[in-house]
């Protein structure tokens, strides 16, 4: 079946640092890759998404290149900030036979420091 | 533009009760999905819901189980609640048509957090 594996955090970093957070998948299909993000007590937030190979999704500095070579999405950003700090969840929905539901990697949860 | 509504956003109980949760979706989406959220297991759905329809399951066992209003509100209901049930139960909503494929983009609420003692 459909599998997201995401690097195991916490990662920490200092504020203004480059942020990479690795995700890798596995599906049968042609799925459509997601990145979410939870903050302290509260749900999902979508962050970026992209629909076929090669689309870069992007948002708030974020970016991710879905590559089907690598089966990877993986999440950067330039500079982060303290108000970045949150849990990010990859995830892919399989498009095959109309299916909706979501497959979410185990998160990493990410910690900046002023 | 109201957000996905969850109630209650705490709740406690004890073994072997039975707990109601309810999502009020954006106005205009009609298809509402559950997922389990605990720090073991991670995210996992439960089921999705489709103009009162169960559209797609996952793989919980029959005590899980849910429903679809007309005005495209959703319970999710557990009954003989076990210690491993304590988790947020988020709820998410999507605008999209009745089958086909698509990215299947979801906006969730803040989640019901559910405590058995």
């Known amino acids: 079946g459909d599998s997201v594996t995401q690097m195991e955090g916490p990662v920490t970093l200092s504020e203004e640092a480059f942020l990479t957070i690795n995700c890798t998948y596995t599906?049968?299909?042609?799925?459509?890759l997601f990145w979410y993000v939870q903050y302290p007590g509260e749900g999902l937030q979508l962050l970026l998404k992209?629909?076929?190979?090669?689309d870069k999704g992007s948002n708030k500095g974020f970016e991710a290149t879905y590559r089907k070579e690598t089966t990877s999405f993986h999440l950067e950003k330039g500079s982060v900030q303290v108000s970045d700090s949150a849990v990010y969840f990859c995830?892919?929905?399989?498009?095959?036979?109309?299916?909706?539901?979501?497959?979410f990697g185990s998160g990493t949860r990410l910690q900046v420091q002023p | 533009k109201a957000g996905v509504t969850q109630t209650p956003r705490y709740l406690i109980k004890t073994r072997g009760q039975q707990v109601t949760l309810s999502c009020s979706p954006i106005?205009?989406?009609?298809?509402v999905s559950w997922y389990q959220q605990t720090p073991g297991q991670g995210l996992q759905f439960l089921f999705e819901y489709f103009s009162e329809t169960q559209r797609n399951k996952g793989n919980f066992p029959g005590r899980f189980s849910g429903r679809q209003f007309s005005n495209s509100r959703s319970e999710m209901n557990v009954s003989t609640l076990e210690l491993g049930d304590s988790a947020l139960y988020l709820c998410?909503?999507?605008?999209?048509?009745?089958?086909?494929?698509?990215?299947?983009?979801?906006?969730f609420g803040a989640g019901s957090r559910l405590t058995v003692l």
């Open positions: 106005s205009g989406h009609r298809s």
């Open positions: 992209a629909t076929k190979a090669d």
């Open positions: 995830a892919l929905s399989d498009r095959g036979g109309g299916r909706r539901a979501l497959t």
């Open positions: 599906a049968t299909g042609y799925p459509s």
């Open positions: 998410a909503s999507s605008l999209v048509g009745q089958g086909g494929s698509g990215a299947n983009v979801l906006t």
